[in-house]
Nanobody, 123 residues
Framework: QVQLVESGGGLVQAGGSLRLSCAASGGTFRYLAMGWFRQAPGKEREFVAA????????YYADSVKGRFTISRDNAKNTVFLQMNSLKPEDTAVYYC????????????????WGQGTQVTVSS
């Protein structure tokens, strides 16, 4: 059973940056593809970014491409989401998710989820 714990959320002004972290335990991290999703109040959970088990390929939602960067440190069992040029519309609870090997953009394809971390961007 894989456990995921997110951290790094908070309140930031528009144009600012935040770095989210997701620490994994209970599984073989280097064989897991990792994803970040977000859910704003009254909206469905949406894909943000994903990275394959090796870190060799990354995927991004169009809304964050060029502003967000996903990365991973397999030695530390941690995946990161660097968020730059934040906008008020980025405000949401951000969730870390894991699945075996290959990345996916559909939340239903992920087996493990963290509890989420709140990101609030003020205008």
């Amino acid at each position: 059973q894989v456990q995921l714990v997110e951290s790094g959320g908070g309140l930031v002004q528009a144009g600012g940056s935040l770095r989210l972290s997701c620490a994994a335990s209970g599984g073989t991290f280097r064989y897991l593809a990792m994803g970040w999703f977000r859910q704003a109040p009254g909206k469905e959970r949406e894909f943000v970014a994903a990275i394959v088990w090796s870190g060799g390929s990354t995927y991004y939602a169009d809304s964050v491409k060029g502003r967000f960067t996903i990365s991973r440190d397999n030695a530390k069992n941690t995946v990161f989401l660097q968020m730059n040029s934040l906008k008020p519309e980025d405000t949401a609870v951000y969730y870390c998710a894991a699945r075996s090997l290959t990345a996916a953009t559909n939340a239903r394809d992920y087996n493990y989820w963290g509890q989420g971390t709140q990101v609030t961007v003020s205008s």
